[in-house]
T-cell receptor
Framework: KAGVTQTPRYLIKTRGQQVTLSCSPISGHRSVSWYQQTPGQGLQFLFEYFSETQRNKGNFPGRFSGRQFSNSRSEMNVSTLELGDSALYLC?????????????FGPGTRLTVL | AQSVTQPDIHITVSEGASLELRCNYSYGATPYLFWYVQSPGQGLQLLLKYFSGDTLVQGIKGFEAEFKRSQSSFNLRKPSVHWSDAAEYFCAVTHGGATNKLIFGTGTLLAVQP
């Protein structure tokens, strides 16, 4: 079965712009989580969605937001981009929001902010 | 607060040699522990996980890990390393409740010498 799909794979933006990243989970998976990966901060949890509801949010400013649609696809948005937002954004899907459920990661979206 | 420490930022081993990657966690209750591997330009792939029961868990690609509660450790091992094992390895923890939020260590970059 198809894995987690993230689009676009690469993105270049300038400071002050906004960006929307998309994640399509594995068919049948209803939980989607987002992570930011940077060389300095490592892998940090952004948010988690299940059945269109945000269940958990990491310690990021309000410029970072997300949503989940009825088909479980998820988007995250970053407004007023800063240089420090340059990162690999990873999406993970699982059957449900239970810690024991295996999470499958997509290849990520590489965002570069100039 | 939950945390994961991977003391070794970079490790180099010879092909065919044994490998042990260290992971220590800080968590009040019994954690759910994971090891992920990330190849360049790729997302994360789950190698193995520990929830309860037998403290020695087997994973994919010939990896195993041992949970030692007394040492708060979950070290990853492989008896004979292959060149294709060169990648970055991440230890992660979650509390197993109604959340998929993972706390990751900073990662260990493994290089394999021929």
């Amino acid at each position: 079965k198809a894995g987690v799909t993230q689009t676009p794979r690469y993105l270049i933006k300038t400071r002050g712009q906004q960006v929307t990243l998309s994640c399509s989970p594995i068919s049948g998976h209803r939980s989607v989580s987002w992570y930011q990966q940077t060389p300095g901060q490592g892998l940090q949890f952004l948010f988690e969605y299940f059945s269109e509801t945000q269940r958990n949010k990491g310690n990021f400013p309000g410029r970072f937001s997300g949503r989940q649609f009825s088909n479980s696809r998820s988007e995250m948005n970053v407004s007023t981009l800063e240089l420090g937002d340059s990162a690999l954004y990873l999406c993970a899907s699982s059957l449900g929001p239970v810690g024991g459920d295996e999470q499958f990661f997509g290849p990520g979206t590489r965002l570069t902010v100039l | 607060a939950q945390s994961v420490t991977q003391p070794d930022i970079h490790i180099t081993v010879s092909e065919g040699a044994s490998l042990e990657l260290r992971c220590n966690y800080s968590y009040g209750a019994t954690p759910y522990l994971f090891w992920y591997v990330q190849s360049p330009g790729q997302g994360l792939q789950l190698l193995l996980k520990y929830f309860s029961g037998d403290t020695l868990v087997q994973g994919i690609k010939g990896f195993e890990a041992e949970f030692k509660r007394s040492q708060s450790s979950f070290n990853l091992r492989k008896p004979s390393v292959h060149w294709s094992d060169a990648a970055e390895y991440f230890c992660a923890v979650t509390h197993g409740g109604a959340t998929n939020k993972l706390i990751f260590g900073t990662g260990t970059l493994l290089a394999v010498q021929p």
